[in-house]
């Protein structure tokens, strides 16, 4: 049965439920979807496709697609197949790790659950998953929106290319996962007009190179640089660290500064701005995760960039 509730979410669903909602929501659907999961199998969506009853609706498809999702298997590259057949758009957001449907811009469900069959309960062993069923108010469509404005649309050149480095590192051996080719990593480049606070560097540079210490902080750093399983010497962390999101995010916007600099207040308030989570952090945190960052490029030597600390105000200079 379909909760009835007064408030503006249902209760908190198991997967079971969750399919009463998809079910009902996707045989309802008039006009369009927007499919939002980290992770993508095949069987999951021809599963949403079959319980669709206007097979003709328009449909936008995000996943993440990072080099050990598809390595790993956790995503199809065939699903991008299946969606060009359909005439839907399949995108990507590195580092993506939502999971959500919108469906028509009113009926939303969102919770743990990707659009696998074990996410979506199809199998007698399945993921355990818990979800919610909202109607979405016009801040959850522009919060959505935001988020989507930095999804890469996978066209057939670049789906050639991943289908090239899949069958080039078949035989790849855990945990050590291959680089993706300068072609992809081109083909890819992001907007990235948006970004959050997980997307920065939360311990100093000596303790991710202190092998003694161990904390969140800095696991969440070595997930971030994909080093697990590898040292953390000084040139692979510089290549890493060039990956980031945040780095190619402040490559692109001191570009567009006057002169080409920054200076420390000028770029907290800019991170400030540029934040996605809500709430923001305070001031003081910003300023403690930029500061972590400016250690990063100093230390790595990062090459087109110059720091200086006149007058007390750091000065942030592009070179390249």
């Given at each position: 049965?379909?909760?009835?509730?007064?408030?503006?979410?249902s209760?908190?669903?198991?997967?079971?439920?969750?399919q009463?909602?998809?079910?009902?929501?996707?045989?309802?659907?008039?006009?369009?979807?927007?499919i939002?999961?980290?992770?993508?199998?095949t069987?999951?969506?021809k599963?949403f496709?079959?319980?669709?009853?206007?097979?003709?609706?328009?449909c936008?498809?995000?996943?993440?697609?990072n080099?050990?999702?598809?390595?790993?298997?956790?995503s199809?590259?065939?699903?991008?197949?299946f969606?060009?057949?359909?005439?839907w758009?399949?995108e990507?957001i590195?580092?993506?790790h939502?999971?959500?449907?919108?469906?028509?811009?009113?009926?939303?469900?969102?919770?743990?659950?990707?659009?696998?069959?074990?996410?979506?309960?199809l199998?007698?062993?399945?993921?355990?998953e818990?979800?919610?069923?909202?109607?979405?108010?016009?801040e959850?469509?522009?919060?959505?929106?935001?988020?989507?404005?930095?999804?890469i649309?996978?066209?057939?050149?670049?789906?050639?290319?991943?289908?090239?480095?899949?069958?080039?590192?078949?035989?790849?051996?855990?945990p050590?996962y291959?680089?993706?080719?300068?072609?992809?990593?081109?083909?890819?480049?992001?907007?990235?007009?948006?970004?959050w606070?997980?997307?920065?560097?939360?311990?100093?540079?000596e303790?991710l190179?202190?092998?003694?210490?161990?904390?969140?902080?800095?696991?969440?750093?070595?997930?971030?640089?994909?080093?697990?399983?590898?040292?953390?010497?000084?040139?692979?962390?510089?290549?890493?660290f060039?990956?980031?999101?945040?780095?190619?995010?402040?490559?692109?916007?001191?570009?567009?500064?006057?002169?080409?600099?920054?200076?420390?207040?000028?770029?907290?308030?800019?991170i400030h701005?540029?934040?996605f989570?809500?709430?923001?952090?305070?001031?003081?945190?910003?300023?403690?995760?930029?500061?972590?960052?400016?250690?990063?490029l100093?230390?790595?030597?990062?090459?087109?960039?110059?720091?200086?600390r006149?007058?007390?105000?750091?000065?942030?200079?592009?070179?390249?």
């Amino acid at each position: 049965m379909l909760y009835t509730f007064n408030s503006n979410r249902s209760p908190i669903l198991n997967s079971g439920q969750l399919q009463k909602y998809f079910k009902k929501y996707l045989n309802d659907c008039k006009n369009e979807i927007i499919i939002c999961s980290a992770f993508i199998k095949t069987t999951g969506i021809k599963w949403f496709y079959k319980n669709l009853s206007n097979k003709k609706i328009k449909c936008r498809v995000i996943s993440r697609w990072n080099k050990e999702d598809l390595l790993s298997n956790v995503s199809d590259i065939e699903v991008y197949e299946f969606c060009k057949e359909l005439g839907w758009s399949f995108e990507i957001i590195e580092n993506l790790h939502a999971k959500f449907y919108l469906i028509d811009k009113k009926n939303l469900i969102c919770g743990s659950l990707n659009l696998t069959a074990k996410g979506l309960g199809l199998l007698p062993i399945s993921n355990k998953e818990f979800g919610f069923f909202l109607k979405a108010e016009d801040e959850d469509i522009s919060n959505i929106q935001t988020l989507l404005n930095d999804s890469i649309k996978i066209n057939d050149e670049l789906f050639a290319e991943y289908k090239k480095f899949l069958a080039k590192h078949k035989n790849f051996k855990f945990p050590k996962y291959p680089e993706f080719p300068d072609k992809i990593k081109k083909l890819k480049e992001k907007k990235l007009k948006k970004i959050w606070v997980n997307d920065f560097m939360f311990s100093k540079f000596e303790d991710l190179l202190d092998d003694k210490k161990n904390s969140k902080d800095k696991n969440h750093d070595k997930f971030l640089l994909n080093l697990s399983g590898e040292a953390t010497d000084i040139k692979n962390l510089r290549i890493k660290f060039r990956e980031l999101d945040i780095f190619k995010w402040f490559i692109k916007n001191i570009k567009l500064q006057k002169n080409k600099t920054f200076f420390f207040g000028e770029l907290s308030s800019l991170i400030h701005n540029s934040l996605f989570d809500d709430p923001k952090p305070y001031r003081k945190s910003i300023k403690i995760l930029q500061s972590n960052f400016l250690d990063y490029l100093y230390k790595l030597k990062i090459k087109e960039i110059k720091i200086e600390r006149p007058e007390h105000s750091q000065k942030i200079s592009y070179l390249g």
